[in-house]
């Protein structure tokens, strides 16, 4: 047993509790997080001495398996290599202070496995497999001159590759069956032309009504979600009309669907620093010209959408979609977003509203008895300086992974 002396919490729904408290773990869990001081015979007592404890954040959209920028080449790297350069991804990720993040597309049951049974270090991952893209869809990533079969049935397993393309209502169930045998806890389709892949305009709708309902009743059998990559308005309102739970991106959200997203309960996943650092390092990494120029087209439109999507009420998580040597500004996507909304949602959104999604809520994202003991403890005040939780990690002092010391560097 653990207990943390001397802490100030952060309570998003009590931004301006300045009390000292202490946090009690037992196991994986928190047993008590009080205001009176507390002694526990036999447990290890630290006093953190007035820095702030708060709940390990979330990611809600990566790929913890693209190493390299260009997504597609990614796909052509044998199994072993791929989860090789995975392995610094996640360790990455969870000096960053994000201990648990949701895959988009690539990572397999047995990368999840491997965490969960401590065979790696990495954040706990919620995967979807195989992400399910049409012929020419956002998950083809063959130029227009390649004729080469890309694998429609989705027999390879190849771990590199972030998706598979499968065609028709009876397929795609099918598909969906599958991702679901294979461990995957939720489902990703491609409902809308993307940035990365060379042959779809950002505009294009993908999946037909009857392919995308089929997967989402198909997920719903399953007692889970599909969520959608979708940028353009139509792209967005019709995925969520279909029974799509979380849009993905979203940059070019109008009114209409942001209000159809309110009224269906939807969540977005922004990913705004991908843009940003594609825009800084993508020529440098391998980006095409042509996916840099898509690149530019949806930056600050993303940036003008999260006003949009507040006004409206639409609850978003925090994603960042980075790609190759461009996750080390993962913690960035907070700053971009609190110069817009604010720490404390920024905040919000990075943990609390990022447990609901992963279907957790009350359990992760918080500092509460009975939650899982995920915590960090941070020099300085996040609710007023951002910088604190930036970088890769250099103001987190200490890490707790469901009551276990990831990182400790605390004074005893």
């Known amino acids: 047993m653990t207990v943390l002396q001397n802490a100030r919490v952060l309570n998003l729904e009590a931004p301006d509790d300045d009390r000292l408290y202490s946090v009690v773990v037992e196991g ?35 790929h913890v398996i693209a190493s390299i920028a260009h997504l597609g080449t990614n796909g052509k790297m044998p199994n072993t290599f791929a989860v090789l350069r995975a392995v610094p991804i996640l360790r990455g ?50 130029e227009r001159f390649d004729s080469t079969d890309p694998d429609p049935c989705g027999c390879s397993r190849n771990l590199g590759a972030i998706g598979r393309i499968v065609d028709g209502a009876d397929e795609v169930r099918k598909a969906v069956r599958e991702e679901m045998r294979s461990g995957a806890h939720h489902i990703k389709i491609m409902a809308s032309g993307g940035v990365a892949s060379p042959n779809d305009p950002i505009g294009n709708l993908q999946y037909s009504a ?35 739970r979380t849009i993905e991106h979203g940059n070019l959200v109008d009114e209409d669907a942001a209000a159809t997203m309110a009224k269906m309960g939807a969540y977005m996943v922004p990913t705004l620093v991908t843009y940003d650092a594609m825009s800084r390092v993508g ?108 970088g890769q990690g250099e103001g987190i002092r200490a890490i707790m992974k469901a009551g276990k010391w990831v990182r400790e560097a605390l004074a005893q």
């Open 283 to 390: 020529a440098k990494t391998g980006v095409s010209t042509q996916a840099l120029e898509k690149n530019e087209a949806v930056r600050v439109q993303g940036l003008a959408a999260l006003e949009l999507l507040r006004r409206h009420g639409v609850k978003m998580a925090l994603g960042t979609d980075l790609l190759g040597d461009m996750h080390e500004f993962q913690s960035d996507e907070l700053r971009i977003r609190a110069d817009i909304l604010g720490n404390l949602e920024v905040l919000r959104q990075a943990t609390a509203i990022g447990a609901e999604v992963v279907g957790m809520a009350g359990k992760l994202g918080v500092v509460q008895e009975g939650a899982i003991a995920d915590l960090l403890v941070v020099d300085g005040d996040p609710l007023k300086d951002l910088s604190c939780l930036g």
């Open 210 to 244: 009857d392919e995308i309902r089929a997967i989402v009743e198909e997920a719903r059998s399953h007692q889970t979600y599909v969520m959608a990559h979708a940028y353009t308005g139509a792209a967005i309102k019709r995925a969520v009309e279909l029974g799509v």
């Open 28 to 62: 994986s869990q928190i047993r008590e997080v009080t205001s009176t001081r507390v002694q526990v015979d036999g447990a290890r007592h630290m006093d953190v001495a007035g820095k702030t404890v708060m709940p390990g954040m979330i990611d809600c959209h990566v």
């Open 93 to 142: 990720m969870l000096n960053r202070g994000f201990l648990t993040v949701r895959d988009a597309g690539g990572a397999d049951y047995a990368l999840s496995t491997a965490i969960e049974q401590e065979v790696i270090a990495g954040p706990r991952l919620f995967i979807a497999g195989k992400a399910l893209s049409q012929t020419g869809g956002h998950g083809d990533f063959r």
